[in-house]
């Protein structure tokens, strides 16, 4: 049981290139989120999805896109990368508790750096 | 709308000292309240859970309590290690309906650095 895996682990872009995150989970979650993690911002949500074929909006999606082709898997993409988007993110799984999704398990992270 | 406040750091003891991390939170509802924990070079992993007013979560010799009244679930350890050291963040779960079920708000993190 892998629980929550991200890849790449670090990635350096140059302005203007494009690159997909890819989040897995092996827990037959349903729900699955995308975070940022920013020096003293904490973590700001990008997307999430509350099942497979879903997408939703968060706190800051612009520049980003998700798919959810597959229950265990989540994809974040940048089409076009900016500085701005130099962070590290965080991918998150959770199950539904009653209809209810219940205490989110993160995965290890992927460090980009946009150049 | 929903928001956490937990107290800036970095916080440093020495081991065997008592911890305490302020967290204060803002909601529409009732949420559940959430301390994580990430080490360096890792994600964040749960350290405890309050789903209700006045519970208690525990784990690992930490405690946090629901406090509704006060709108606090503040973290506690009464004698730390050196292992402790990691960046804390305290969290609601919105437990509206719809578009933002689920969806997790985090206060901005507390270094902690324990020395032997």
């Known amino acids: 049981n892998a629980g929550v895996t991200q890849t790449p682990k670090f990635r350096v872009l140059k302005t203007g290139q494009s690159m997909t995150l890819l989040c897995a989970q092996d827990?037959?979650?349903?729900?699955m989120y995308w975070y940022r993690q920013d020096p003293g911002m904490g973590l700001r949500l990008i997307h999430y999805s509350v099942g497979e074929g879903t997408t939703a909006k968060g706190e800051v999606p612009d520049g980003y896109n998700v798919s959810r082709l597959k229950k265990q898997n989540f994809l974040l993409g940048l089409e076009s990368a900016a500085p701005s988007q130099t962070s590290v993110y965080f991918c998150?799984?959770?199950?539904?508790?009653?209809?209810?999704?219940?205490?989110?398990?993160f995965g290890p992270g992927t460090r980009l750096t946009v150049l | 709308g929903n928001s956490v406040t937990q107290m800036e750091g970095p916080v440093t003891l020495s081991e065997e000292a008592f911890l305490t991390i302020n967290c204060t939170y803002t909601a529409t509802g009732y949420p559940s309240l959430f301390w994580y924990v990430q080490y360096p070079g890792e994600g964040l992993q749960l350290l405890l859970k309050?789903?209700?007013?006045?519970d208690k979560g525990s784990n690992k010799g930490f405690e946090a309590t629901y406090r509704k009244e006060t709108t606090s679930f503040h973290l506690e350890k009464g004698s730390v290690q050196v292992s402790d050291s990691a960046v804390y963040f305290c969290?609601?779960?919105?437990?509206?309906?719809?578009?933002?079920?689920?969806?997790?708000?985090f206060g901005r993190g507390t270094q902690l650095t324990v020395w032997p």
């Open positions: 998150a799984s959770s199950y539904n508790e009653g209809g209810f999704p219940d205490t989110q398990y």
């Open positions: 309050a789903t209700k007013a006045d």
């Open positions: 969290a609601l779960s919105d437990p509206g309906r719809g578009s933002t079920l689920g969806r997790l708000y």
């Open positions: 827990m037959n979650h349903e729900y």
